[in-house]
């Protein structure tokens, strides 16, 4: 007999792809992304594009996010966007 | 036939209690949805002025300050279910329509119980813990059908078992048509006519009730003299399988709920459960945010063997019958295994090198354990969120 086991959804089941990766942001006091502090940090030379999304307002934990199409001084393309609810940055591809 | 019927009273209420959902001293209503309506499946004992499945505002407006929990109904058919292995452990003879209502069949125990009463001990015993002996313990009669079986446990708080022998109608007499199970049409028909008791409707002719309440009326009035051929049926002793997750995140999207299904599934075709045989019928429930519960039974043709064909009969059934809400748990109730009637093996190259593949694959999984290879699948791939677009799944299921 195989038991209600009652587990989430977890590798033995499936898991979702390209979940947001945490990354440090340097932000200017209108809250926009001045440079990116990876192994060394790079100047956000362009904000290409900008977009918000808000949903899962039913929820206990609602998702604001404020994203960002940028292109840094290395030439670099990134999609990062801002957690409006808790205030962290991440990379993510969109 | 001689029967045994045991009521568990508030047998939700203490489903809650027992899992520390709500405190016991605390009153509380167990509420369930039908339509849009909210109505009353069970309450805490001391809520007297309470009934089963009137609405949740006429409760509340005669009990303001009690607790409101939306039914589990899975969990407590799981509670009750395990309650009826432990009773088939005193007799074979088990049948469990609802739960907190059991008949047990009394009859051919005299080799293991020398007498009725020391069966009735046997039960009291193994449902003492899901109903302490007391006025909140089981009820119990015995009776020659179900009717009078129930109607003697239903009737009787002493705590000891109501043996109903004699004159049965003396018994009935006085009892109010109420608790006829017939529609409440009928009983309330019958109140109009005015025979409020079963002794007035057994003392009306067949032909006369039956005239007035067409098919109806003749169980009316067998009912009302004590008559109930209704069959006993004994649980049939299959394998209960069951399987359920909770999803990573709440959703509406039926392409989600059908990905998790499918993995329930692959993990019951993988673990070898079947043993050869396929899913004749099955019950598919889910449970939304605000503890909604939806359930579905589907029976197949000719026996499901893979995920594919069964899922797609799920997914019929799904887009049919829509979700009262967000799910945050779906699960499977495998309630019927058969044999097929033939299967036919795949003819061409390619389909074997695809079984080929998936059996490489199981054996990697079984070397190296948990899923290794993973195939890329569409979940909502018009989602806002990125991360809800795509969802990997172990490539063999």
Known sequence: ?94 | MKLLCVLLPHFAWRCETRRGIIPFDKPAIVTYTEGSQKLVMDFSPDLEDLLPDMPLQAALARCGNAEIIHADIPFYWATFNQLLDMLEQVSPLVEGPDPGTIYIGMDGMQLIYPDDNALIAAVKGVTADFAPLGTMGPRMGVASNKFLALLAARFNTTGDCHILNGDVNAFLKDLPVDILPVSMKSRSKLRDFGLATLGQVAAVPSGPCQSQFGPEGKRIWELARGIDDTPFYPRYMEENIEESAALSSVTVSLDVIIVAIESLLGRLFDSNTFKGKGIRSLTLWTRTWNAEHWEKNINFKEPALDVRSTITRIKRTMEDYPQPGPVERAGLHITGLGYPRGRQKNLFRDIRAQEHLKEDIKQLELKLGNPQVYTVKEVEPWSRIPERRYALIPANR
């Not at chain 1, 590798?11 to 192994?39: L, R």
Request: hydrophobic fraction near 35%; include cysteine; glycine fraction near 4%.
């Open chain 1, 1 to 94: 007999m195989v038991e209600d086991t009652g587990k989430t959804l977890r590798p033995d089941t499936c898991k979702p792809v390209n979940m947001p990766v945490p990354i440090k942001i340097e932000e200017n006091a209108s809250g926009q992304p001045v440079a990116v502090k990876q192994k060394r940090r790079l100047a956000v030379m362009t904000i290409e594009d900008r977009w918000r999304i808000d949903d899962e307002w039913w929820r206990a934990e609602p998702l604001s996010r404020f994203y960002y199409n940028v292109i840094l001084a290395s030439g670099r393309r990134l999609v990062l966007y801002k957690d409006l609810v808790k205030g962290d940055w991440y990379e993510q591809e969109y």
